[in-house]
């Protein structure tokens, strides 16, 4: 499996960096559930419109193109840090303080200066990149042209050419994400994967598993979902690698030719359901039962109970108000209301 990831560039992190190679990735759900980003690397400047059952999303580029999902690596960079801070007590804040160097180090990638080129190149087609949208954020429609950052401030060393320091100032719908925790931790092997596709088709699978057993797709729909603008026939030569190398980090990729199916299957390699989150978030989530989750899968069907308990303990938390006498009816309804306001396409 290890053959076919990229090479692990800071195995041992960095001293410099230590506190943010500890950070536990995440990502919005909503950009992994619509693709957001271009799979290919080279520029994409054509318009496009996204549609599935009824939401649709429209990206007009900018002349540098639409962000690819090697670009996505500082919104996630960006959402980690905050989430991270969340959790120690620091205010949340939609302009992040991000260090070059320790983005570099902490997504796999080199420091030398084509990478500091490319970073800027990177902030050039997220900024310049607006979208359109029908996709309901938190129970609300929003149908405006949006971005998905408002701006960044950049400070480079004149005599080097290095970039000192980075400030993205994050876009009301990435805020609203982190806001709600509408996020989910990422395999730290995902920067490690090589090819556009295989980064688009974790995502897919990282939210449709979760912590369950399995998911299955049509390989049309997976196509459709994935975002890609080859064909289906192409598609399924790009899945091929995945198929037979079997490196997908936390899932397993089977596929029923006599179906057209594709499973991703649990490799049960998450970290466990609260470890880092110890503390006041850990103590209220053993309130809940064990026989709660089974219940909460009736009430929001499709969607990781687990993930659900995480986001109830931090919204509870964020109330101020003392452990509920009955944790399993307040998480019940919890995820009764959010199956709601959050309707699976």
């Known amino acids: 499996m290890a053959d076919q990831l990229k090479p692990l560039r800071h195995p041992d992190g960095d001293l410099f960096v230590c506190d943010i190679t500890d950070a536990i990735l995440k990502d919005d759900l909503a950009s992994m559930e619509h693709p957001f980003y271009a799979l290919s690397k080279k520029p994409d400047r054509e318009p496009r419109r996204y549609e599935h059952n009824g939401q649709w999303i429209e990206f007009r580029p900018s002349?540098?193109?639409?962000?690819?999902?090697?670009?996505?690596?500082?919104?996630?960079?960006?959402?980690?840090?905050?989430?991270?801070g969340m959790k120690e007590g620091r205010p949340l804040s939609k302009r992040v303080q991000i260090d070059p160097y320790a983005f570099l180090v902490f997504t796999q990638r080199g420091t030398g200066g084509r990478d500091y080129d490319a970073l800027c190149d990177s902030l050039d087609r997220i900024d310049g990149t607006r979208f359109r949208t029908n996709v309901l954020f938190g129970g609300t429609r929003t149908d405006e042209w949006m971005g998905i950052i408002d701006?960044?401030?950049?400070e480079t060393d004149e005599a080097s050419g290095k970039i000192r320091s980075l400030e993205l100032r994050l876009s009301d719908v990435v805020m609203h994400s982190i806001e709600e925790?509408?996020?989910?931790?990422?395999?730290?092997?995902?920067?490690?994967?090589?090819?556009?596709?295989?980064?688009?088709?974790y995502e897919i699978a990282r939210k449709s598993v979760g912590h369950d057993e399995s998911w299955s797709f049509r390989m049309h729909t997976l196509h459709h979902k994935s975002g890609s603008k080859g064909s289906l026939r192409e598609f399924r030569r790009q899945l091929k690698p995945l198929l037979d190398g079997?490196?997908?980090p936390d899932y397993r990729v089977l596929y029923?030719?006599?179906?057209?199916?594709?499973?991703?299957?649990?490799?049960?390699?998450?970290?466990?359901?609260?470890?880092?989150?110890?503390?006041?978030?850990?103590?209220?989530?053993?309130?809940?039962s064990g026989e709660v989750f089974g219940r909460a899968r009736a009430v929001a069907p499709g969607w990781d109970v687990h993930m659900l308990s995480e986001k109830f303990a931090l919204w509870w938390l964020r109330t101020g108000k003392p452990a509920p006498?009955?944790?399993?009816?307040?998480?019940?309804?919890?995820?009764?209301?959010?199956?709601?306001?959050?309707q699976l396409p």
């Open 63 to 84: 002349i540098k193109g639409l962000p690819t999902i090697y670009d996505k690596d500082l919104i996630i960079y960006a959402i980690s840090q905050l989430i991270a």
């Open 151 to 154: 701006g960044a401030r950049m």
């Open 181 to 201: 925790m509408d996020v989910l931790t990422l395999h730290r092997d995902y920067f490690r994967l090589t090819r556009p596709v295989e980064r688009r088709i």
């Open 246 to 248: 079997d490196h997908l």
């Open 256 to 288: 029923d030719a006599e179906r057209d199916l594709v499973t991703f299957v649990n490799r049960n390699t998450m970290p466990a359901r609260g470890g880092r989150e110890a503390g006041t978030v850990g103590a209220l989530l053993a309130r809940l």
């Open 325 to 342: 006498a009955d944790a399993d009816a307040l998480f019940l309804s919890f995820c009764s209301s959010w199956a709601e306001k959050n």
